[in-house]
């Protein structure tokens, strides 16, 4: 393995600038890797590696032309949720398989506006929809992680798993993912990386493959929480075609990484105390708090009482507004088509039966159940009511804290299939991560100790909406108490 490919995101556009290595180098360095490693672990459903060497020499040319952008050179592996020009884009489903899109995203543009390079898709959960990158129509990604216990395949987490994994595996420098409820910071703790969610409206959705169009929201998974601050700030900006992207400028937040936390006032929730929590997860945690202490911060308690039941709210609003989204691809204007059909209605029921995978009809027929004329009210509206509550009781806290401390999950990454028998099971690993997305609030997941059985485990801290920088500063400052710097063994 390349030493090329060990770099930091940060170091790696440094070394790129001061022309210590060239863009054509680490890219191929990276392809090296992937050829070797992807068999096995399925992070990528398509590798662009003639476009990629192209974008990289491109790189080269712009560097030793002294114009080169914030990202320049620097390899990237993109979630197959965002649309790439020219490149097939399919959200993990068979619905839109051989789908190439004539336009890029915008957070793709973005990347490629600062000089990044496209090594290939990523997999994911089908239209983002799973908690352990099981659902996806090209199979399930595995975790670079093992067991101490035993040499079962374990889940990266879900939906980004491909890119979790990726970056957990050195299959690129850092990745872009995406979040509905919880789908980058569940695997960036599954896998020993960094990935924050910024607040909902920062990033923009034009181009996002959508799921819940409330809730979703791009971020990156990354090896640190310096590199997820730069590859963010590239992926932020207004955009005109997204009517829910927010006009505000972009910080600088790697300048927020490594600041001093001396003062800032840290919530910790009673509620997220839940019952079955395992003594290592809770263990964690108070270690997270007595670092922050130990750093100057104050632990002030508080209560975010409407915590218990914000999971079966998500479980509400999220697969409506999917029955909605996705109500498009019915085998006449998009995605899959189904052949042999005798009926307008029987092409509609057999391409949507053939496309979807059980986990998106099951989410898409509770979506439409709960949107149907008689339990509209009932349960939908009232879901939308409990949802302004649980951001309710985050407005109530800021005047006393800063940011806030959680366990990013409820458990280490899983074996793959332990918990597919049962939908209830794996939607309960949302029950840390879900209340940012209900309050469209930042949180980042930051790498802080190894289990029992040497699996990484997550801290995650919530922040006021808009303020990604003490998010990153409080990450930062929990990165280096915890000084973790253990990786994945290479057993592919």
Not at 204 to 217: I, K, N, P, Y
Not at 343 to 370: C, H, M, N, P, Q
Not at 457 to 486: C, H, P, R, S, W
């Amino acid at each position: 393995m390349s030493d090329l490919t060990k770099l930091t995101l940060k170091a790696a556009v440094d070394g790129l600038k001061a022309k210590t290595f060239s863009s054509e180098e680490i890219t191929r360095a990276f392809l090296t890797n992937i050829e070797a490693a992807n068999p096995r672990l399925n992070a990528y459903v398509e590798v662009t590696g003639d476009k990629a060497i192209a974008m990289a020499r491109a790189s080269d040319a712009r560097i030793a032309s002294g114009t080169a952008g914030a990202l320049e050179g620097a390899p990237l592996g993109i979630k197959d949720l965002f649309c790439t020009e020219g490149v097939q884009t399919t959200a993990g489903s068979n619905m839109l398989r051989g789908f190439v899109p004539p336009y890029e995203s915008t957070v793709t543009a973005n990347l490629w506006r600062d000089g990044a390079v496209m090594l290939g898709k990523l997999n994911m959960d089908e239209f983002a929809m799973g908690s352990s990158n099981e659902t996806s129509a090209f199979g399930p990604v595995v975790n670079p992680w093992k067991s101490s216990g035993s040499n079962a395949d374990l889940t990266p987490g879900g939906s980004s798993g491909g890119s979790a994994s990726a970056v957990a595996a050195d299959l690129c420098l850092a990745a872009t993912a995406s979040d509905t409820g919880g789908s980058i910071r569940q695997p960036a703790a599954f896998t020993g990386t960094v990935g924050i969610k910024p607040t909902y409206g920062r990033a923009s959705r034009f181009g996002m493959v959508a799921f819940a169009s409330s809730l979703d929201q791009a971020g990156p998974i990354a090896k640190n929480v310096e590199d997820a601050a730069l590859l963010l700030q590239s992926m932020c900006s207004f955009d005109v075609k997204d009517s829910t992207s927010l006009d505000i400028p972009t910080p600088d937040w790697t300048q927020s990484v490594g600041q001093s936390v001396r003062g800032l006032r840290i919530g910790v929730p009673a509620e997220y105390v839940v019952d079955g929590m395992p003594a290592e997860i809770q263990a964690l945690w108070d270690q997270g708090i007595a670092w922050l202490k130990d750093a100057g911060c104050e632990i002030v308690p508080i209560s975010l009482p409407h915590t218990k039941y914000a999971l079966p709210t998500y479980y509400i609003v999220a697969p409506a507004e999917a029955s909605s989204n996705l109500a498009r691809y019915d085998g006449m204007r998009f995605g899959h088509r189904a052949t042999g059909t005798t009926s307008l209605t029987d092409l509609y029921e057999s391409s949507r039966a053939e496309g979807f995978g059980a986990e998106v009809k099951r989410r898409l027929i509770i979506g439409a159940y709960v949107l149907s004329a008689g339990f509209y009210d009932a349960y939908y509206v009232k879901a939308l009511k409990v949802r302004r509550r649980i951001a309710e009781d985050f407005d109530a806290v800021w005047d006393q804290v800063d940011a806030i401390v959680t366990p990013s999950t409820p458990s280490a990454a899983f074996a793959l299939g332990d918990k597919q028998v049962d939908p209830l099971q794996m939607y309960l690993n949302d029950i840390f991560t879900v209340t940012a997305n209900l309050a469209g609030l930042p949180g980042i997941s930051v790498p802080a100790g190894l289990d029992s059985n040497g699996l990484p485990l997550g801290l995650q801290v919530i922040g006021k909406a808009l303020d990604e920088a003490t998010v990153f500063q409080v990450g930062a400052a929990l990165e280096q108490a915890a000084g973790f710097t253990t990786k994945a063994e290479r057993w592919w």
